[in-house]
């Protein structure tokens, strides 16, 4: 167990990256509907993963400097290989915001006809749209009074893992509204 635990390794996100089907549609969904403005976009061939690959990398640029990044490939062997193996998965990219940004985005989606839903989590409510290439978008607000939760969470951490991966999968989410104490 960590006790005297150093600064994280990292300032913040730099990019999350995914592999797309159709660079336009994806363009299209974070830029004219969601409303992330294209930053970068890097025409490549290069050898990855031992293979000579040509490859677009595009960048959208979040409000901290950081981007949602993507990959689509000019060889649909190349494309296949590098694709998630499940639109079923749980992989999402999570990206903080606030409640009234949170709306917009609501209204920019039902705008668009962009299915979505909303979970509260009790620490936070996210909600949650598929980008054309089934990639999970989240888009999170903490909770009030989220600072004493963490603070909680980080005392008991490595405790609760071991509870978990000992057996006990008891739920220990207090702030959820559905799994508070009556």
């Known amino acids: ?19 797309v089907d159709d660079m336009e549609a994806t363009r299209h969904f974070y830029e004219d509907v969601l409303g992330f403005p294209l930053v970068a976009t890097w025409c490549e061939i290069e050898t990855v993963r031992g293979k000579e690959r040509e490859y677009i990398h595009t960048f959208f640029e979040l409000a901290d400097g950081s981007a949602l ?85 980080r005392r008991t951490a490595h405790d609760e893992l071991a509870r978990w991966l000992a057996g006990d999968h008891t739920p220990n989410n207090n702030v959820r509204a559905d799994r508070r104490p009556s």
Not at 1 to 19: D, G, K, Q
């Open 1 to 19: 167990m960590v006790t005297n635990t150093p600064a994280p390794p990292a300032s913040r996100l730099h990019h999350h990256a995914y592999v």
């Open 69 to 153: 990044a993507f990959f689509q490939f000019a060889d649909p062997a190349d494309q296949a290989e590098m694709r998630l193996d499940s639109r079923d998965s749980l992989n999402h990219v999570a990206l903080n915001t606030d409640a009234a940004t949170q709306q917009v985005v609501r209204e920019r989606l039902d705008t668009a006809g962009v299915g979505h839903r909303s979970v509260n989590h009790g620490y936070c409510v996210s909600l949650y749209i598929l980008d054309p290439d089934g990639l999970t978008v989240e888009f999170t607000v903490d909770a009030d009074g989220l600072d004493e939760v963490n603070e909680r969470q």
